[in-house]
C-alpha cells in the first residue's frame, strides 16, 4: 500500500510537471494537469492516512507482518 502512495504522488509530480512547460494555447491543458494532481495528491493523502489508521488498530498478535 505504501508503494501505491508513492506512485499517486509520483503522478501528481509529473502532472505538475507537465503543466510547468511553456505552451502555445489558452492553457487549458495546464489547469487540467494541475486539477488532476491535486486529485492525485488528496488521494494519496487518503490512503495514507488509511495506512496509518490500519496500523493503529492492530495489535502484534494479527498484524502479518510483525515478528
Not at 49 to 60: F, I, M, V
Request: proline letters at 6%; a positive charge; charged letters at 30%.
Amino acid at each position: 500500500m505504501v508503494a501505491r502512495v508513492q506512485e499517486l504522488r509520483r503522478k501528481a509530480a509529473l502532472c505538475r510537471r507537465a503543466a510547468s512547460i511553456p505552451t502555445s494555447g489558452s492553457g487549458n491543458a495546464d489547469r487540467i494537469l494541475l486539477g488532476l494532481a491535486e486529485q492525485l495528491e488528496r488521494d494519496a493523502a487518503l490512503r495514507e492516512q488509511e495506512l496509518r489508521g490500519n496500523k493503529s488498530n492492530r495489535s502484534p498478535d494479527t498484524d502479518p507482518a510483525a515478528p
